[in-house]
Nanobody, 115 residues
Framework: QIQLVESGGDLVQPGGSLRLSCTAS????????MSWHRQAPGKNRELVAS????????NRVDSVKGRFTISRDNSKNTVYLQMNSLKVEDTAVYYC????????WGQGTQVTVSS
C-alpha cells in the first residue's frame, strides 16, 4: 500500500522548534522530488520547501528562509522538515508530497504555535 505518513506536529511556543518527519511506504522516495506544504485555516495550501531526488538541491519559501530546513534520508525512505524560531503565523497543517511519475500526499500533521 502506497502511503506517506507525517509525524512530529505539536503545540509549541513562539521561538520554539519542531522536526517533522514524513515516511513513505509502498514506493521509493529516491525516485521523487519531495516537498512540504502547509495550509492554515481559511487559506490556500502553500509550498514551504522542496528537495531534489538526491538531496543536493532545496528551495524554501521566503517566509521560512533562515528558519526551516528540509532534508531527506533515502535509505530510510524519509524526508524531514526542521523548523526553528517558530512564529504564530507558522500555525497550519503540514503536508508531505512526493512528485515523480505519480503524485502522492500525506494526511497532514498539525503544527500550532501559540503562547
Amino acid at each position: 500500500q502506497i502511503q506517506l505518513v507525517e509525524s512530529g506536529g505539536d503545540l509549541v511556543q513562539p521561538g520554539g522548534s519542531l522536526r517533522l518527519s514524513c515516511t513513505a511506504s509502498g514506493f521509493t522516495i529516491s525516485d521523487y522530488v519531495m516537498s512540504w506544504h502547509r495550509q492554515a485555516p481559511g487559506k490556500n495550501r502553500e509550498l514551504v520547501a522542496s528537495i531534489s531526488r538526491s538531496g543536493d538541491f532545496s528551495n524554501r519559501v521566503d517566509s521560512v528562509k533562515g528558519r526551516f530546513t528540509i532534508s531527506r534520508d533515502n535509505s530510510k525512505n524519509t524526508v524531514y522538515l526542521q523548523m526553528n524560531s517558530l512564529k504564530v503565523e507558522d500555525t497550519a497543517v503540514y503536508y508531505c508530497k512526493a512528485a515523480g511519475n505519480s503524485v502522492y500526499w500525506g494526511q497532514g500533521t498539525q503544527v500550532t504555535v501559540s503562547s
